[in-house]
């Protein structure tokens, strides 16, 4: 089982600000199978990015995800507010069992 | 891409079991290709994978719940259900269900207590 450790735990920003999210896997990840999601309080999780790099359908470019084997990295170039939230980074895929990270809170600095 | 829906009893008693339906509409269960999960996510914690089936009937579970949990397909009326044995406090969270990685439903609040 690939274990997915999120840094930081807690990203302080001001809005404008450049957000660089890491997600390291325990063992390399293959085909890609890696996606962030965007959780805001009291909702269901939303998917920003899957296959390491593509946007979800919707998402604004200025969320872009990136990374191979074992680190991977969701970058936010400029913090707008409704940015300020919890990611999570995920390992997917078909015939193994699937992982979440721990998350990485987004506050408004 | 469809829509999901989580459906089941709000409140479950301790060392019952937890039954959980996902309605798909805009999509059929059957459709190949995909793998149809289940998540959860405690009061203020992180998401936990729970397992998922894929179109082919093969299952895969979360190994800490695997002892416990199933996950089947009704194609008649196209959803897909949830059932977790022996359930205790830690079992109270929110239940997600979800088409891949693309399209989740808003979650249902499942509380374990007597």
């Known amino acids: 089982e690939i274990v997915l450790t999120q840094s930081p735990g807690t990203l302080s920003l001001s809005p404008g600000e450049r957000a660089t999210l890491s997600c390291r896997a325990s063992e390399r990840i293959i085909r890609s199978y890696l996606a962030w999601y965007q959780q805001k309080p009291g909702q269901a999780p939303t998917v920003l990015i899957y296959g390491t790099s593509v946007r979800a359908t919707g998402i604004p470019d200025r969320f872009s995800g990136s990374g191979s084997g074992t680190d991977f990295t969701l970058t936010i170039s400029r913090l707008e507010p409704e940015d300020f939230a919890v990611y999570y980074c995920?390992?997917?895929?078909?015939?193994?069992?699937?992982?979440f990270g721990q998350g990485t809170k987004v506050e408004i600095k | 891409q469809g829509q999901l829906r989580e459906s089941g009893p709000a409140l479950v008693q301790p060392s019952q079991t937890l039954s959980l339906t996902c309605g798909v509409s805009g999509g059929s269960v059957s459709s190949g290709g995909h793998t149809w999960n289940w998540i959860r996510q405690p009061p203020g914690k992180g998401l936990e994978w729970i397992g998922y089936i894929q179109d082919t009937g093969s299952t895969y579970y979360n190994p800490s719940l695997k002892s416990r949990v199933s996950i089947s397909v009704d194609r008649s009326t196209n959803h897909f259900s949830l059932s977790l044995t022996s359930v205790t406090a830690a079992d109270s969270a929110v239940y997600y269900c979800?088409?891949?990685?693309?399209?989740w439903g808003k979650g249902t609040t499942v509380i374990v207590s007597s």
């Open positions: 995920q390992h997917y895929g078909g015939s193994f069992t699937w992982t």
């Open positions: 979800a088409k891949g990685v693309l399209v």
